[in-house]
C-alpha cells in the first residue's frame, strides 16, 4: 500500500479527518470523518483507479480502460485516464445520475449508457473489452484497486494515530 501512497502523492488529495462533537457526545468516543468527498471527483474512487491505470504497460494503456459504473467509479477511472493519458470508456445504467454522468465525460471519458442496472452494464463492458483488447477496470476486485483505496486507511492512521475502530458506509 506504500507503493500506492507514493503513486498517488500529487494525484489525490489528503483529505482532513474532521471531528464530529455531537457523534462523539452520543457515542461517548472521540469520532472523526474521513472527508474523502473532497477528493477531486468527490470520492475516494480516484485513488484505485488511478494506481491501477498507472500499473499497467505501455501496450495496455495503447488500447484503452473500460469501466463499468453508476458514478463514482465511473469519474475515478474518467480522470484517471485522463491524468496518465489513456482513452477511456465508461459504461454506466441508463438511469445513471445526470450529473454523474456529466462529470464522467467532463473528465475525458467516452460514456456508453447500457442496461438498467449495474450488472447488466459490467457485462457490456467486460463485453467491449474482450472485443476491443481494452483494459477492464474493476470497481474493486484488483490487487491494485485495493491498494489504492486502501490509502485512505494510511492517512487515517497518519492523522489520528490512536484510532481504533473504523466505521465504513458501503453502496
Known amino acids: 500500500m506504500r ?9 489525490s488529495r489528503l483529505t482532513a479527518l474532521e471531528g464530529s462533537r455531537y457523534l462523539s457526545g452520543l457515542v461517548g468516543a472521540p469520532v472523526h470523518f474521513k472527508c ?15 494506481v491501477r491505470i498507472a ?21 475515478g477511472v474518467a480522470l484517471a485516464a485522463s491524468l496518465l493519458g489513456v482513452r477511456s470508456t465508461v459504461f454506466m445504467p441508463e438511469g445513471a445520475p445526470l450529473p454523474k454522468i456529466a462529470a464522467t465525460r ?10 438498467q442496472i449495474v450488472d447488466e452494464t459490467m457485462r457490456a463492458a467486460k463485453e467491449y473489452a474482450e472485443r ?14 485495493i491498494a489504492g483505496q486502501g ?16 466505521v465504513v458506509g458501503i453502496g
Open 3 to 11: 507503493g500506492a501512497q507514493k503513486a498517488l502523492s500529487g494525484v
Open 36 to 50: 474523502e468527498n473532497l477528493q477531486r471527483t468527490g470520492s475516494f474512487k480516484l485513488r484505485g483507479g488511478y
Open 55 to 75: 500499473g499497467l504497460s505501455p501496450e495496455e494503456r495503447a488500447a484503452g480502460v473500460v469501466a463499468a459504473s453508476a458514478g463514482n467509479h465511473a469519474q
Open 106 to 115: 467532463d473528465y475525458g471519458a467516452e460514456v456508453r449508457l447500457y442496461g
Open 132 to 145: 476491443t483488447g481494452a483494459v477492464f477496470i474493476h470497481p474493486f476486485d484488483h490487487p491494485d484497486i
Open 151 to 166: 490509502t485512505v486507511g494510511l492517512e487515517i492512521l497518519e492523522q489520528c494515530p490512536e484510532v481504533r475502530t473504523v
